[in-house]
């Protein structure tokens, strides 16, 4: 199997936050598309002072010590272009913490990020009576991908989290949206914050196609008031978190799988 990874091509800030990569070269010619919205790759980012750059050998730089492992994270693939043959993907920053904020905050054309995959779940049924998007930066970018494959007047409703009103970018579709910004500012410390949100909003009649992620006890809040509140079918939805408050991503994992178990129960 080849091995799969992007050139930086080009850069572009989308907010405070938020950073579109585009990614193309010999790397991604044997990328292949999945059918999915939120389709994702694992991006191995490269720890300061290891041996080896990108292209590298996976085997062997897991062989490495703990510390100079390439550090695996999932991310979601914003937009393909089958011509160009590149990948665009909306990377968080967070200044100098995190690989992957860490890899945002620098990029520059030419750098390197090696990946595999892609992946992925979830795509809006052509069928459903509307659509509910919820999500944090995390989500965002599948959330713009859904967006963009949306049919023409597609009933979408999009409840999108950021820090502030100056953290908002624009999302476009060719659905008839509607577009609720939620602003984390004074509601840090309230995990309650987005489902008080997302009570007080006035669905469309029928039954929605719900694609609800990001961090885990905000989606798991959203997840029991729209089953055991708003009678939203349990089955064929897309409702599980990708981050947890106050968790590195390595923390994070050890307890994801108890963590929607527990989910899981409530509804």
């Known amino acids: 199997m080849s091995t799969l990874f992007g050139t930086v091509v080009r850069t572009e800030p989308l907010s405070r936050r938020m950073v579109r990569i585009v990614f193309g070269g010999e790397g991604l010619e044997s990328f292949q598309p999945t059918e999915f919205t939120d389709q994702y790759v694992n991006a191995l980012f490269i720890p300061e002072g290891a041996p080896y750059s990108v292209p590298f ?23 393909w272009d089958p011509d160009a043959r590149e990948v665009t993907i909306d990377l968080v920053t967070h200044g100098d913490s ?26 809006p049924s052509p069928d459903a009576d509307w659509h509910l998007l919820i999500g944090d930066e995390s989500a965002l970018p599948a959330v713009g991908a859904a967006l963009d494959a949306m049919p023409t007047g597609a009933r979408v409703l999009v409840v999108a989290v950021v820090d502030g009103p100056e953290d908002e970018f624009e999302l476009t579709t060719m659905g008839d949206p509607e577009i609720v910004w939620v602003h984390r500012q004074g509601h840090v410390d ?34 029991k008031h729209l089953i055991a509140d708003r009678g939203v079918p349990r089955d064929g939805q897309s409702i599980s978190p990708y981050w947890r408050r106050e968790h590195t991503d390595e923390q994070w994992r050890e307890i994801k799988r108890q963590w929607l178990q527990e989910s899981e129960a409530d509804v």
């Open 190 to 223: 309230e995990p309650d914050a987005l489902v008080k949100v997302v009570s007080d909003l006035t669905f469309p009649t029928g039954v929605p196609h719900a694609f609800v992620h990001g961090e885990a006890g905000e989606v798991r809040a959203v997840r």
């Open 98 to 123: 995190g690989f992957a904020g860490r890899f945002a905050a620098h990029a520059e054309p030419g750098d390197r990020l090696q990946m595999a995959g892609p992946s992925g779940g979830y795509a």
């Open 57 to 79: 050998d996976l085997d062997a730089a897991r062989a490495e010590p703990r510390e100079l492992q390439p550090k695996g994270r999932r991310e979601s693939i914003r937009r």
